[in-house]
């Protein structure tokens, strides 16, 4: 199966194109890596195709409910908007922000 690049990295801040939410990239998988069951229970004119990058992000929607969520590319833009996260997980994951305002993932200390 070919795969596609990338898009988005680690730490960048991402927004959801279809439902209002937003979250920071904390993991990658390069391909779909969940089960089909979760996939299936999308529905099927939007369900996202297996062979490109899924994200694990910590969302926040405008009610400031925070969650993970498992997200295509295809489904992701960049959030420029640079609201302030409420995530209790962003200061257990990252340590600050870069120039671009990415954050930066803390250096395992094992």
Same mark, same amino acid.
């Given at each position: ?9 680690? *730490? ?5 194109? =279809? ?6 990239? !904390? ?8 089960? $089909? ?6 529905? @099927?004119?939007? %369900?996202?195709?297996?062979? #490109? ?5 910590? /969302?926040?929607? @405008?009610? %400031?409910?925070?969650?993970? /969520? ?5 489904? =992701?833009?960049? $959030?420029?908007?640079? @609201?302030? !996260? ?9 340590? *600050?922000?870069?120039?671009? *305002?990415?954050?930066? =993932?803390? #250096?395992?200390?094992?």
């Amino acid at each position: 199966m070919d795969t596609k690049p990338a898009k988005f990295k680690l *730490g960048q801040v991402v927004k959801h194109k =279809l439902f209002f939410f937003r979250g920071i990239i !904390f993991d990658v998988d390069p391909i779909f890596d969940n089960t $089909d069951e979760w996939l299936e229970r999308i529905p @099927e004119e939007r %369900r996202p195709k297996k062979d #490109q990058p899924f994200y694990h992000i910590l /969302a926040e929607n @405008e009610d %400031r409910s925070v969650y993970i /969520a498992y997200v295509s590319q295809q489904n =992701l833009e960049k $959030d420029n908007s640079n @609201e302030p !996260f409420t995530h209790p997980s962003v200061k257990l994951i990252f340590n *600050g922000n870069d120039e671009e *305002g990415n954050f930066i =993932l803390k #250096q395992s200390t094992n």
